[in-house]
């Protein structure tokens, strides 16, 4: 019978490492593409390069990066460090039948969001128009292009990087037909009055990006999906309030259809994704 990989990596490490510090290597992981990212503790800082080669090995990638600091920023960008293998940490990460191509050290990619991107594939139809909003490299662009095949989907990213990633991700997954990549912020580029659902896939108080969300809607009509970080205690009715409060200066109204919990965010708060139903009054 073949070992369980951290017992392998464990073993593998016994004549590399205190024997002490065994038990504290971590024993989770991400592998995007043949790219793993692990979070290292400080102890380990003199080993970190024999700890990376022997993760790579074991589990079979070119390259180990450490988080060193989660995610940051507007454009949510990871913080990790190349501690063993190739520089060029480009990789091509297959999920649910979907080809990203990324670069893990400078763009990141959530496997927490992975039910999410699943859930997102086939909510669409062929008689739908979608606004990606926060398209990044295309995560649910692509599934739902791939998937649910609307009638046409305009993808908003503003970071250069991602944009070009989303580009050649729209082309490597044959939707270019039915996928156009726009650059810049989605509160100046997004097309008014186009779609019949948008998708909001961002956390960083996206309360702020509600008003383009609406304005997106054909005559303020259709499905928002609406992610945001929130305490537990309050969801779903104080969010609901601010939805409310903008479909009301729209001339609206806001159906809740059904609020997810996508991941852990930070004690007490959870990121969420809330579907909602606009309306006229
Ligand atoms: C990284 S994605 C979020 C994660 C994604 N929902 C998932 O499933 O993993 C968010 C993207 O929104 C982009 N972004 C942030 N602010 C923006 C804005 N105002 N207009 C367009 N894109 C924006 C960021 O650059 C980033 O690529």
């Given at each position: 019978?073949?070992?369980?990989?951290?017992?392998q990596?464990?073993?593998?490490?016994?004549?590399?490492?205190?024997?002490?510090l065994i038990?504290?290597l971590?024993?989770?992981?991400?592998?995007i593409?043949?790219?793993?990212?692990?979070?290292?503790p400080?102890?380990?800082n003199?080993?970190?390069?024999?700890?990376?080669?022997?993760?790579?090995?074991?589990?079979?990638?070119?390259?180990?990066l450490n988080?060193?600091g989660?995610?940051?920023?507007e454009?949510?960008?990871?913080?990790?460090?190349?501690?063993?293998?190739?520089?060029?940490t480009?990789?091509?990460?297959?999920?649910?039948?979907?080809k990203?191509?990324?670069?893990?050290?400078?763009?990141?990619?959530?496997s927490?969001?992975?039910?999410?991107?699943?859930?997102?594939?086939?909510?669409?139809n062929?008689?739908?128009?979608?606004?990606?909003?926060?398209?990044?490299?295309?995560?649910?662009?692509?599934p739902?292009?791939?998937?649910?095949?609307?009638?046409?989907?305009?993808?908003?990213?503003?970071?250069?990087?991602?944009f070009n990633?989303?580009?050649e991700n729209?082309?490597?997954?044959?939707?270019?037909?039915?996928?156009?990549?726009?650059?810049?912020?989605?509160?100046?580029?997004?097309?008014?009055?186009?779609?019949?659902?948008?998708?909001m896939?961002?956390?960083?108080?996206?309360?702020?990006?509600?008003?383009?969300?609406?304005?997106?809607?054909?005559?303020?009509?259709?499905i928002?999906?609406?992610?945001?970080?929130?305490?537990?205690?309050?969801?779903?009715?104080?969010?609901?309030?601010t939805?409310?409060?903008?479909?009301?200066?729209k001339?609206?109204k806001?159906?809740?259809?059904?609020?997810?919990?996508?991941?852990?965010?930070?004690?007490?708060?959870?990121?969420?994704?809330?579907d909602?139903?606009?309306?006229?009054?």
């Amino acid at each position: 019978m073949t070992e369980i990989p951290f017992i392998q990596i464990k073993k593998s490490l016994l004549n590399e490492i205190p024997s002490n510090l065994i038990n504290r290597l971590p024993q989770k992981w991400e592998k995007i593409g043949d790219i793993l990212t692990i979070v290292l503790p400080s102890i380990f800082n003199e080993n970190k390069k024999i700890i990376g080669e022997k993760y790579a090995e074991i589990l079979n990638c070119k390259t180990v990066l450490n988080d060193i600091g989660g995610i940051k920023g507007e454009f949510r960008v990871p913080n990790v460090e190349l501690i063993y293998g190739s520089k060029n940490t480009e990789t091509v990460h297959k999920e649910n039948g979907v080809k990203y191509k990324l670069d893990p050290q400078k763009l990141m990619f959530s496997s927490g969001n992975m039910d999410e991107r699943i859930r997102m594939a086939n909510i669409s139809n062929g008689n739908e128009t979608v606004v990606d909003l926060f398209a990044g490299i295309g995560y649910f662009t692509l599934p739902i292009a791939i998937y649910s095949k609307p009638k046409k989907i305009i993808a908003c990213e503003k970071n250069q990087i991602a944009f070009n990633y989303l580009s050649e991700n729209i082309i490597l997954n044959d939707v270019s037909s039915i996928v156009e990549p726009r650059m810049g912020d989605n509160r100046e580029i997004a097309p008014k009055n186009f779609a019949n659902r948008v998708i909001m896939g961002y956390i960083e108080e996206n309360e702020r990006f509600l008003s383009a969300a609406f304005d997106c809607l054909i005559e303020h009509c259709g499905i928002i999906h609406y992610h945001n970080t929130f305490p537990n205690h309050a969801v779903p009715n104080k969010p609901m309030k601010t939805v409310e409060e903008e479909a009301n200066k729209k001339g609206c109204k806001a159906e809740l259809l059904g609020y997810y919990n996508v991941k852990s965010y930070a004690p007490g708060i959870n990121h969420y994704v809330f579907d909602l139903r606009i309306d006229e009054k």
